[in-house]
């Protein structure tokens, strides 16, 4: 195993996914790191010799700025600072955002601007090393001044308290410390503070959602292909030259990949294929033509929706790096003037931004989908399929009118899309004054990432309930005549989910498909297929 060394400044989001999944590196500080840490920790000293008030440090916090206490409190103060903070409520964060957590805040204060000591970030990466994993609720925080309510709880098992998850089970911090010879931190001044004074529990939640929705985008362009074939479209509406004439660059992307996917198949045709097959007028002054020329728009124009997903996905990614690699907390020490300044680095406007832009994107998506499956499921749009999708029967079998086949999945497809729609609006504009009008203009970033996170899981059900749909509908036009990597995608999904001959209980179907979703193993088999 490789050892990555964190230095503040160049951790990437990958880095920040290996680490939240327990694979990849190890991680160490850097020796200029280390440096720079020392330099602004002395610095930090020698102003408290002077008596001069340093805030969070020999004062208050927030409005209690105002009230100055002896160098000889500072340490206490750093306790009392997170345990009043200890007012986390909500369920607890999956280990995957803990760990994430972790690397970013350890990251922040490896900058070397915070004044912290040396064993914060150096227990931060033993937790890491050991995953030992600080039971963290998730809401309590306004996103500024930073994830106070998260990070205290993360902040309070680094000095042994508190309970934390190791090996499967919840347990004391002191005993897991004892067990594996840690030593609890012992707080100085500022420590408190730097730990939970920071953007790194939002920043942890929103790293993770910005890959997790990337993956989205190309299984919403899967999807979109799929459906292409269910209903007989026409892949001329993904051709270059259409989407070269508005290059944004997601929307090319897009349309390139549905483009290619559908090369080779015999459902969905070229424009001039599918203007082929209606009859010349000869001379004619009206006909109705047998074929449709044009898709709706939720198939033609579906490349500039996830186009749009794509492209923000570009920008979120490097607000996030910006974020993970800075100094987020209040007040930073500069060595190389002597100065301590006070600031807002703790405010998370970029993470919310990106992330309330990230659920409007996402849920865009879903809607997308659910577009796509209500043609593809109602037998006055879906050009000649069954109703609902129900597997054919003649009208004399016993069985003829029993049948719905994929009416109760379109219901709950709408469901799922509505809640995901409803949670899109913005967080940011619901700024609340807080902290005797100290924090008095917030960011409410780790509600936007949350919020996001949830419409994420909606969204992978929505498109687990299409990609079932879809295979239906092709299996029901015929299996030979698909391109081979649509069919790759049908192969993998059926190997988990048979073709629905008759009515049945669906729910274990979906959440096998939304596994194959989250595993990667749908896009995986669109792209394999492409280098055969």
Known sequence: MT???IDGHELTIGEVMAAASRTGSEFAISEDALKAMHASRNLKLEILLTGKPIYGVTTGFGD???????????????????????????????????????????NCLARGNSGV?????????????????????????????????????????????????????????????????????????????????????????????TEEAA????????????ASEGMLGNRGHYAPFIHDEKPHDGQRASAGFIHDLLDGSALSMTHDQVV???????????????????????????????????????????????????????PLFDPSTGRVYSGGNFYGGHVVTAMDSLKTAVAGIADLLDRQLALLVD?????????????????????????HGFKGMQIACSALTAEALKSAGPVSTFSRSTEAHNQDKVSMAPIAARDARTIIELTREVAAIHLIAACQAVELRGL???????????????????FA????????????????????????????????
């Not at 009515?503 to 055969?532: C, F, N, P």
């Open 276 to 330: 082929d097959l209606n009859d010349p007028l000869d001379g004619r002054h009206f006909q109705k033509l047998t074929r449709s020329i044009q898709d709706r728009y939720s198939l033609r124009c579906a490349p500039h929706v996830t186009g749009v997903l794509r492209d923000l996905l570009d920008w979120t990614r490097k607000w996030l790096t910006v974020e993970i690699n800075s100094s987020s907390d209040n």
């Open 215 to 226: 993956q989205l985008a190309e299984v919403a362009d899967i999807c979109t292909a799929l």
């Open 64 to 106: 209690s700025v105002i009230r100055q206490i002896s160098p000889e409190k500072t340490a206490r103060l750093q306790s009392e600072l997170i345990r009043y903070h200890l007012n986390g409520t909500g369920p607890l964060a999956s280990d995957e955002i803990v760990r994430a957590t972790l690397l970013i805040r350890a």
């Open 501 to 532: 001959a008759k009515d049945r209980q669906m729910d274990g179907d979906i959440a096998a498909v939304v596994a194959l979703i989250s595993s990667g193993a749908i896009t995986e088999a669109a792209r394999t297929e492409a280098l055969v």
């Open 3 to 5: 050892t990555t060394t």
């Open 117 to 209: 000591s040396t064993p914060v970030v150096e227990r931060l990466l033993d937790f890491l090393q050991h995953d030992i994993l600080p039971t963290i609720p998730e809401r309590g925080s306004v996103g500024a001044s930073g994830d106070l309510v998260p990070l205290c709880y993360l902040a309070y098992a680094l000095t042994g308290e508190g309970k934390v998850r190791h090996r499967g089970e919840v347990r004391d911090a002191a005993d897991v410390f004892a067990e594996l010879g840690l030593e609890p931190v012992q707080l100085e001044s500022k420590d408190g503070l730097a730990l939970i004074n920071g953007t790194s529990f939002s920043s942890a939640i929103a790293s993770l959602n």
């Open 480 to 498: 030979d005549e698909m391109s081979p990597r649509t069919r790759a995608v049908h192969d993998v999904v059926r190997a988990k989910v048979p």
């Open 379 to 403: 037998e006055k749009f879906n050009n000649g399929l069954t109703p609902n999708l129900i597997a054919p029967v003649a009208d004399d079998d016993t069985e003829a009118g029993l049948q």
